[in-house]
């Protein structure tokens, strides 16, 4: 399986972008979601959802961002809204191999990896 994103980019504070991540090959995931990393920091959870649409969120984007996924459970979409200055990252799209009831938010869980997108939010 491989995992591929798009939509990132740079944005002005208070504005919004929406990811995309598509899944190929032979695919199924219990969970597809999105981790980010900015320089000098650790990589950490963002957003994910399971099969059957349950969307769980960090602390930190809860009220402004959305992860849904499409009815085929190959792609997986992050509207970001109200973006600030430290939402400026690079979002990596990933996913498991295991279904999970809820999922899961280390990223040894996750088998799957895309290359990364970068988001870029100037104050």
């Known amino acids: 399986a491989r995992l591929e994103e798009s939509g990132g980019g740079s944005v002005q504070a208070g504005g919004s972008l929406r990811l995309s991540c598509s899944a190929s090959?032979?695919?199924?995931?219990?969970?597809m979601g999105w981790f980010r990393q900015s320089p000098g920091k650790e990589r950490e959870a963002v957003a994910f959802v399971n099969d059957l649409q349950s969307a769980r969120y960090a602390d930190v984007v809860e009220g402004r961002f959305t992860i849904s996924r499409d009815k085929t459970g190959d792609i997986v979409f992050l509207q970001m809204d109200n973006l600030v200055p430290e939402d400026t990252a690079v979002y990596y799209c990933?996913?498991?191999?295991?279904?999970?009831?809820?999922?899961?938010?280390?990223?040894?869980?996750?088998?799957?990896w895309g290359q990364g997108t970068q988001v870029t939010v100037s104050s």
């Open positions: 990933a996913a498991t191999k295991f279904v999970y009831s809820l999922c899961p938010t280390r990223d040894a869980d996750y088998t799957y």
């Open positions: 090959g032979y695919f199924y995931s219990g969970c």
